[in-house]
Structures are given as C-alpha cells and as structure tokens.
C-alpha cells in the first residue's frame, strides 16, 4: 500500500503542480505562446473548463485553476489517508489540510523556481549564449513580480543581486510559521502533497 500511496502522490502531485503553475503564470502575466506555457494548458484544460462553467474569473486571473488545485489536493489528502489507513478526520481538518497543502505547494514552486533561475542564470552567463531557452524566459516572468519588490529595497550590487538570499530567508519564516498555525506533524505531513 506504501508504493501504492507514494504513486499516487507523486502523480497527483505532477498534475497539481501543473495546474498551480497555470495559474500562477496567469498571475505573473507569463508568455502565453510559451511552448512550456501551452504544454500547461493543454494539459489542464479538460478539467478548468469544467470548473470554469462554475467559478467566474476576475480580472484576468481564471480563479478556477485554483479552486481545482484545491479541490485536486482535498482528494489526494482523502487518498491517502485511507492508502496509509489512517483514522478518516472530518471535512473540517481535510479542508485545512488541502489549503495548507496548495499554498506550500506555491511557496515551493516559487523556491525551486528562483534556485532553478540563479544556476540557469550563471550557466548562461558562462557558456557565452545570451538566447535564453523557453524554460528560462518562463521561470523569470514567474519570479519576477516576487523578485522586484525586493530589489527595489535591495538593488542589486557589483553587478550582484542579492534579492533571492532575503527572499528565501522569507520563504523560511513563512513556512515556520505555516507549520505552526496548521499545525502540521509528521504523520499529517504524510498525507498532504506540497509540506
């Protein structure tokens, strides 16, 4: 059952992460010509279209992705309870658990997004090619509406920006502080994708 359970995880996981991004990437205002951009899409669309007909959007950001994540996450939460053959809490905790468990998964994306951005930066910045790769152009238009409020307190120095080292200092207090008010322990941390 623990293969069983880490498969549907790691799966759920891939599709939730697809659909945060699409819309975060709404938010940022990212590329929608973006080969990797309509690679999201297409992969979410069946479902969004759905929860669209539903869920009306609000100045160009399509609330519908969102409610989906949440929606996917409370089931993947519902799945994995029973796979690890916990005790089945109520609405209540699996709702917490689902909205603790998209907005870590956002915070992560942001992480990873920003580390992914700093190496692709240097190794673009050392192998001479000044064309950045789709992959690139997406991940800066995701980060930078994180990334420019900052800058804007710390500029950037020697040529150096230094804006992501306060960010993830950031991203650190912010996830203490999530785990406390969830009051995520190992065991729910077990059963919520994204912690």
């Not at 759905?50 to 100045?59: K, L, S």
């Not at 998209?102 to 910045?125: D, P, Q």
């Not at 152009?137 to 307190?153: C, S």
């Not at 710390?154 to 306060?166: A, H, N």
């Amino acid at each position: 059952m623990e293969i069983f359970a880490n498969l549907v995880s790691t799966l759920g996981g891939l599709y939730l992460l697809a659909i945060l991004l699409r819309f975060l990437l709404q938010i940022a205002r990212a590329d929608f010509y973006n080969p990797l951009t309509q690679a999201v899409v297409r992969i979410t669309d069946p479902l969004v279209r759905v929860f669209r007909n539903f869920i009306p959007g609000y100045r160009g950001i399509d609330f519908s992705s969102l409610v989906l994540a949440l929606v996917i996450e409370a089931a993947l939460v519902t799945a994995l309870i029973f796979l690890y053959g916990f005790q089945m809490p109520g609405i209540g905790s699996i709702v917490t658990w689902s909205l603790a468990g998209v907005i870590f998964f956002i915070i992560n994306i942001y992480y990873w997004a920003i580390i992914a951005s700093i190496i692709m930066s240097f190794v673009m910045l050392f192998s001479g090619n000044m064309n950045p790769h789709p992959a690139l152009q997406l991940i800066w238009q995701l980060t930078e509406p994180v990334m420019a409020p900052v800058r804007k307190v710390i500029p950037p120095m020697g040529g150096l920006d230094f804006s992501p080292i306060f960010i993830f200092i950031g991203i650190q207090l912010l996830r203490q502080v999530l785990l406390q008010t969830f009051r995520i322990t190992e065991s729910i941390a077990l059963v919520v994708v994204g912690v």
